[in-house]
Nanobody, 123 residues
Framework: QVQLVESGGGLVQTGGSLRLSCAASGSPFSTYTMGWFRQAPGKEREFVAAISRYGGSTDYVDSVKGRFTISRDNAKNTVFLQMNSLKPEDTALYYC????????????????WGQGTQVTVSS
């Protein structure tokens, strides 16, 4: 098993930046594909980005391509989401998640979840 704790959320103006972190503990971090998801009020949780076990592959939802970057540091058991050029529609609770197999975008195929960190983008 792996335990996940997100941090780095906050309130930012349109066009600003935030860097989310997700610290993992428990099973060896490098055995997990890591993903970031988000859930806005009244909406379903949606895929944002994912990164393979050693960082060789990444995937992004179209709405964040060119603005968000996912990365990981296996030595520090941490995955990051750098978010630039933020828009009000990026406002959501952001979750990191882990799974043992390849990158997928489907929420319920991730086995472990953090509690989330709130990102609010003001217009």
């Amino acid at each position: 098993q792996v335990q996940l704790v997100e941090s780095g959320g906050g309130l930012v103006q349109t066009g600003g930046s935030l860097r989310l972190s997700c610290a993992a503990s428990g099973s060896p971090f490098s055995t997990y594909t890591m993903g970031w998801f988000r859930q806005a009020p009244g909406k379903e949780r949606e895929f944002v980005a994912a990164i393979s076990r050693y960082g060789g592959s990444t995937d992004y939802v179209d709405s964040v391509k060119g603005r968000f970057t996912i990365s990981r540091d296996n030595a520090k058991n941490t995955v990051f989401l750098q978010m630039n050029s933020l828009k009000p529609e990026d406002t959501a609770l952001y979750y990191c998640a882990a799974r043992k197999n390849a990158i997928v975008r489907i929420t319920n195929l991730y086995d472990y979840w953090g509690q989330g960190t709130q990102v609010t983008v003001s217009s």
